[in-house]
């Protein structure tokens, strides 16, 4: 009976950079969100605050309470030098007193719209050492994960060394480790889109669509939540597609607190994922934090017969 903290403990000294105790700062504050992500359809802690944010997408109190939450504890934790969360337009920097050396990416909770439907949603982390600018490609994350709020809690994390989940045993309050070394199947029978937009798709996807749905044992599953979607590609296999369309060019999900997170944890489970012009997004310089991006990520194999009804790849 491992648990997070015994795991992170062991874990110490193996990378250049030593994100344990900020991890542990991270596991904290999601057991405090799961506990009231559990609450919510019975306390007066669900609907809309009425705010939207500076993105015009409306506020729900859940997500206010995660996002201060977090900010709060990791900028006083003495660890981190900023953080950046969906819900905020710009960084928020650490105090001189407080300064500490990471640089954090969240999404507090995505799929947030699932949350009065009691569907699973999921905090979303990409962490950066400060030596570099806040805006740095993917590829040189430290460490990045989820946690997934769903039938059970899960924290799912890689530090470059491999993809491990552990799960929360509510009654002790301790994440233990339940999934070592996750691999994705290389291979899978799940495609996982919002077909309600396929008409705004290119001829390319919906050659791919079409190729999908003629394949025996091919099925479709989406949640909505990016965080649901991709913990079943990383248990099940399959590929999980947020693709340009023609009302939007470059998607909906963002590259830097979405997209790069969950490319960097593909690419440690064997998986593949390609982002703008069908490129890998980790190798991209974003250009604003809060930058977007297709997002085509899964099964190995499956990734690359996409690609295939591409010419040139692109
Ligand atoms: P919400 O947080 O507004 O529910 O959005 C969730 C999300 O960013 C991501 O988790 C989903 O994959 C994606 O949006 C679903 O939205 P579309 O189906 O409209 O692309």
Redesign the pocket.
Known sequence: MLTLTDYLLNERGKTKHDVTILLHQIENVSKIIASHVKASGLIDILGKTGKTNTFG?EVQKLDDFANKLLINTLLTGGQVHAVVSEENEKPVFATKANDGDYIVFFDPL?????IDVTCPIGTIFGIYHKSGDILQPGKDQIAAGYIIYGSSVMFVYTAGNGVNGFTLDPAVGNFFLSHSKITMPQDGEIYSI?EAYEHTFDKELRAYLQHLKKKPHTASRYV????A?MHRTFIKGGIFL?PGNTSRPKG??RLTI?VNPFAYLTEQAGGKAVGLANKNPLLTVPEHIHDRTPAIIGSKKMVDEYLSFYKDGK
């Open positions: 997408e995505d799929g947030s719209s699932n919002n909505g939540s990016m965080v979607d947020n909906k999900l979405e």
